[in-house]
Every structure is written in C-alpha cells, then in structure tokens.
C-alpha cells in the first residue's frame, strides 16, 4: 500500500491541543471554535483517478500543463517574477503551478513535481525579515504581454498560498506552516493601512481564498491571532453576503466579473466556519437560485463574458469561472455537506469542463457558447473582445488568466471524489474512476476502489480492495436527486437502504478485503427550460446538445496581434442546426427519445466520434431561425399553442454536451402538445 501521510498530520497537532477537539481521529478537521465540517479532504495522492478520469489528467500531462513553460516562455520561464526573474510577477505563475503541482502528485510524475520544484523553493526563499513574500522589485521596462505586481497587490499571493497548502499536504514539509505564519503576522499588521482593495479590486473580491487559507493555518497551529485576522480579512472582502441577500446585483447585466463572482460564492460560507450564522449558507442559496434565473446555462454555468451578461445562451462562459466556480463548490461542499452543491460541481465538471480544451489539452476557448454553431475571427455580443478571438481555440487568444489557470479543474474534482468523515469512515459525494487509500476507524488502512463509467453510466461498484484489519467504519455514498429509483446490493445480496438526514446512502458494518457494494441508480430522460422558455435534454448527470458535423482550420495570426498566440482554429459545419424539439406531453417522453449507451473503455469518450451515448428524437427546422453575426440568431420563443409545424419531421442525434463542440443545447420548443 501507498505510504498514508494522515498519521504526519495527526502527530504534529497532537502536541498542541488535546486530541477532543478532533472528531475524526486519523485527519485533521477544524479546531474549537470553527464549526467541525461536515466532510474532510484526504492528503495530496491518497486518490487516484482510473478510467476516463485518468485519461484526462493524461492529456494534461502530456498537453499544455505538461509544458506550459516551454509553450509559453515569456510568462512561465525562468524570467517569472515568481522565480526571481524580472518578468511577470502577478497571478499567471501561480496560476499555472495551482494546477500542475496537485497534477504531478496525483499522478506521482517525478519530472512534473521537479518543475514545479523552484517555484515552491523560491516562493519560501523570498520571504522577508517582516513576512512579506513573493515578487517585490519595482522595474521601469514595461514589456507587452508581463503583469507586473510592483505595488504589493494582495490578489496574486492568494493563489500561491493555495499552491503551497496543496504542496504541505502532499508532502508535510514544516517550512510551509512557517511561511504562512509569518505572512499572516505580516498582513495582520499591514492590513488595517493597507487593506484588500488598496492596489486593485481583485484583491478585494477574491479576499475568500485569503481567508480559507487562515484557517487552514489557524488548524495546524492554533495561533489565535489569526482568528482577529480572518474577521479582519472578511470586512476588508466584497459583501458576498449582502450581495446575494439583497437580491438586486445578479439580476443586472454587467454587475460584477464572472471570475470574481465564481470565487466570491464562497466567501460567506468560509466565514461561516468561524461566524456559525447560518444566514451565510442562506445567502449562497439565495445567490445560486438568482444566478440561475437570471444568469443560468443548462451546463451549471452562468453568462459571463467578462461581465455577468444574463441568460442568452449566445453570451460566453469564461474558462477560468468554471474552474474556479468547481473549486468554490469543492469547499463549500466540505463545510457543508449540501448536497445542492455537490450536484452543480457534477453538472459543470461533466458538461462545460471537457469541451472548453482540445481533447490534447493544448487549445482551449477563452470563451464557450451553450448555443455554439461556429468558431471564428468575429466581434460577438460579448462584453470584452480581443481581435475577435475570444470563442477561438488557442492556447493564447483571448485572455491569458485562462491559459494559466485552467489546468486546476481536473486535478481538484479528483481531490474530491472522496473524503474522510468526522466519524471516521469515508464518503463518496461527487462519482467518478478512481481508487482511494485512507485511514478508517481507529486508524486501519484501507484501499477502495470504485468502478463505474460514470456520467455515462450510472452504476458505482465500490470494491474493498485491501484492509489491515477488518473493522467497521461508515461509507456514506450520494443518491443523486435525478435518480427516483435505485438499487443497493452488497456482496450480491439487495441490502436494506437506510439514509443520513443529507439523504445520502449510509452503509454501517464490519468491512473485510474484497467486500464489494453495487448501487444502481435510474437515469431517465428530462426536459428542463430556459431562456425564452427554450428546452434541453437531460439524463443523470448530463445534458445534451445537437450532434455537428466539425470541420477544424488552423489559421497562422498576423504579426499585429502576435500576444493573441502564433496560430489558433475556426471551426465550421455543414450540418443543419436551427431545430425546434417536438414538445409532447409528460407520459411520452420516455418513448420519444431512443437512448443508445455504448462505453469503449479504451476511448478518450469526449469528442463526437467517441460519444459513448447517443440519443434520438424527432425534430423539426425553423426556416426563421438564422444565423446573425457568427451566431444562432434570437431565439424564438417556446410558444405553446398555434407554431406552424413544417417542414416534416426529421430525425436527429443528440450527444453529451462535453462531447460536442458545435451545438444547440437550447432548443425551441414546438406544437403537437395538445389538450386531450
Ligand atoms: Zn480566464
């Protein structure tokens, strides 16, 4: 078995605080007076992604994650303000080693951990007499394409404090707390004089990862300064809180940054640990809701392009607010143990993550559309545009932010799969490949593996794989709110059901090697509606979109806009693409839409040759429907009663949304649907 590094952790806390505090016995949940969380992430490499899980962290190995310093030396070499050099010094750097570090750990690829090696050595060697730590050297020369971070800006050491958390857990190297300590003393003074915002609004709205990064601390050592420090970090953050509790913000088009906003869902429930008012979890529910109303995509994201920009599924979705929306979830997730939370990180991690890269991981969009039919050079309905680039694939065009960040996404949701339980057993919440090694009980070492294709199918088998001991822990597993039937076997017996008060399944019992759980969940075909009461087709975890025809070009940019990278691609499509769905009424929908599962394990599954599900309908062409400036023109509108229904019907496929690159995903809805 792997070496289990959670005994580290416990030996190191033991010596300053008694062992009562903790309800889990085996890992590190948070110190009296924070509220206990519900679920406990599991050091840095205990889980491990299989399948097409694996495939993906693959692809960023051998892709852009991989390389990023050789694909993108001006920024990412050695001349980084990160390492010392006088380039860029604000938050790319980081960025990109927040993904590449829990990467190369998962994946225990020596070379990839050796990269990411000097940033860490140089992120702790730079630290001041006076805790400041990070890039601190003013420069005249200032070269196109470098951010540099010559004022202080409290927004880009941020993302290295959650870089180097991620690096102590993998790892346990005691520097790493003294760092922290230190910068915290550091900000604790200079916060009341210079506060968040005082260089940039950045700093300010994403104060929330400043925070969680504080109590983090605050668990290993129990210094109670940095309690005062979080309230103090909290008033200086945005009002999240009031924000989503007014009501008035994300109802309005160009209110807020969609990055900010992802990273700022967060922030009320961070401080919910320490304030224990429950209004805090009331106003993110309150916030996802208007979200969805005002703002919200079938795929879980939102109409942000840079700005909020409402619910047209023509507007764009940043990549960097995906993965940063996933990574809000993840934390907001253990806090709580909402299972609301855990549902919207599936949506997005199985419908927006896989399309917005190549399937190589070295394209990405700055931009993806939910309503995607073509690809090109072309000044859309977005808030920003950058030579009309911003829905290209490239590695730079659009903005750079993405470039650096998108690799965190995969890695994180791996993190996720599985986590220990302040009762000492371990819970599945969010599904997916993989295997687990943990400490259960009173410190029995097991190996769980879980087998399932899942999004594509919706049976999880959980095998004891290995056990020291056999003990009795608790495994709490999801029922996920789309499943109105399911099944539960153990050891080929149908075992009796019996849930927590979060309705997740609980197992009780005394666990021997090769015990083996089968839960068979039931996924049928849904129709939910959105913008201009539009339609899309769901089933479990996924949703889908119209299968194109995708004809890639790779265009070489001219030397004006060298920043916006060498090369990026347009793609085209002969296919037709202005459908309506046929509405029919409840009890038939089931009937008129042919489900066809076919999973090729060895197949990287999203792309549209790939597709391991394929779904058919009728459908019929709205002459009406056109295209407008590069785009699937106005909606029409999902009327009832009185559409003229023609054309005849045709016949046409629709495949998971991650799948597709071209697409309708929200789709007209016409006639038929009559009173009986
Ligand atoms: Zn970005």
């Known amino acids: 078995m792997k070496k289990i590094l959670g005994i580290l952790i416990i030996s190191s806390i033991i010596s300053c605080s008694s062992k009562s505090d903790i309800k889990n016995s085996n890992y590190l949940n948070n110190r009296d007076p924070l509220i206990q969380k519900e679920y406990i992430e599991l050091p840095l490499g205990q889980i491990q992604p299989q399948g097409w899980l694996k495939m993906m962290l693959e692809a960023q190995q051998d892709g852009s994650t991989g390389q990023l310093d050789q694909l993108y030396p001006l920024v990412m070499g050695e001349r980084n303000g990160w390492l010392g050099g006088d380039g860029d010094q604000w938050e790319r750097g980081p960025y990109w080693i927040d993904g590449l570090l829990p990467l190369a750990y998962i994946l225990e690829d020596e070379e990839l951990i050796a990269k990411t090696k000097p940033w860490i050595e140089w992120m702790i060697s730079s630290q001041r007499e006076d805790g400041y730590f990070g890039p601190q050297q003013d420069y005249e020369n200032n070269e196109p394409g470098l951010q540099r971070d010559n004022s202080g800006d409290w927004w880009p050491k941020m993302v290295a404090l959650k870089v180097l958390k991620q690096y102590y857990s993998a790892t346990n190297d005691e520097r790493v707390p003294t760092l922290m300590l230190n910068y915290f003393r550091y900000q604790y003074e200079q916060l009341p004089k210079t506060p968040l915002d005082n260089w940039t609004f950045w700093a300010r709205y994403r104060g929330g990862d400043n925070l969680m990064m504080v109590y983090w601390l605050y668990n290993i050592t129990g210094e109670n300064f940095l309690l005062d420090l979080a309230e103090i970090i909290h008033h200086q953050t945005e009002d999240f809180t009031g924000d989503f509790l007014n009501r008035a913000r994300l109802s309005q088009k160009g209110s807020i940054h969609c990055v900010n906003l992802a990273q700022g869902f967060k922030e009320p429930i961070i401080y919910y640990q320490q304030a224990k008012d429950k209004k805090y979890i009331d106003a993110v529910k309150t916030g996802l809701k208007d979200l969805k109303t005002f703002n919200g995509f079938p795929n879980g994201m939102y109409g942000g392009d840079e700005a909020l920009h409402g619910d047209n599924p023509t507007q764009g979705i940043e990549f960097c607010s995906i993965v940063e929306f996933m990574f809000s979830l993840e934390n907001m997730l253990q806090i709580t143990g909402e299972n609301d939370f855990a549902e919207l990180l599936e949506r997005i991690a199985f419908n927006a993550l896989p399309t917005q890269a190549t399937d190589d991981f070295m394209n990405r969009q700055y931009f993806q559309q939910v309503n995607q039919v073509k690809i090109s050079k072309h000044i859309r309905n977005f808030d920003i545009n950058h030579h009309g680039l911003d829905n290209c694939f490239g590695l730079l065009n659009g903005y750079p932010c993405c470039t650096s960040n998108m690799h965190q996404g995969w890695p994180k949701f791996i993190q996720n799969l599985w986590y220990a339980t302040p009762d000492n057993g371990l819970a599945a919440i969010v599904y997916g490949p993989s295997k687990v090694n943990a400490l259960v009980a009173d410190s029995i070492e097991v190996s769980l593996a879980e087998y399932t294709n899942y999004p594509f199918e919706n049976t999880i088998e959980i095998l004891v794989e290995d056990i020291a001991e056999a003990c009795s822990f608790p495994l709490y597993l999801r029922i996920p709110t789309w499943s109105e ?171 998971p949304y991650g799948c597709t690159t071209l697409r309708i995903t929200e789709f007209p809805l016409i006639g038929e649907h009559k009173v009986n």
């Open 485 to 655: 039937n399911f099944s539960l076997e153990i050891n080929g017996k149908v075992a009796e059901i019996k849930k927590d008060e979060s309705n997740n399944l609980i197992i009780y019992r005394l666990w021997n090697k090769d015990d083996r759980v089968i839960i068979r969940f039931e996924a049928k075909i849904g129709i939910s509606r959105w913008y201009e009461n539009a339609a899309t087709v769901e089933r479990g975890a996924l949703i889908y979109a119209l299968k194109m025809n995708e004809n890639w070009s790779v265009v070489r940019n001219n030397e004006t806009i060298k920043s916006q990278g060498e090369t990026y691609y347009e793609v085209d499509s002969d296919s037709p693409w202005n459908y309506a769905l046929i509405d029919v009424p409840e009890n038939k929908i089931q009937d008129h839409y042919l489900v066809k599962v076919n999973v090729n394990h060895d197949l990287y599954p999203w792309n549209i040759e790939n597709s391991p599900i394929e779904i058919t309908t009728k459908a019929k062409r709205l002459p009406y429907w056109t295209m407008y400036n590069d785009m699937a023109g106005p909606m029409p509108y999902s009327i009832k009663w009185g559409n003229e229904v023609s054309p005849d019907d045709e016949e046409i496929t629709l495949i």
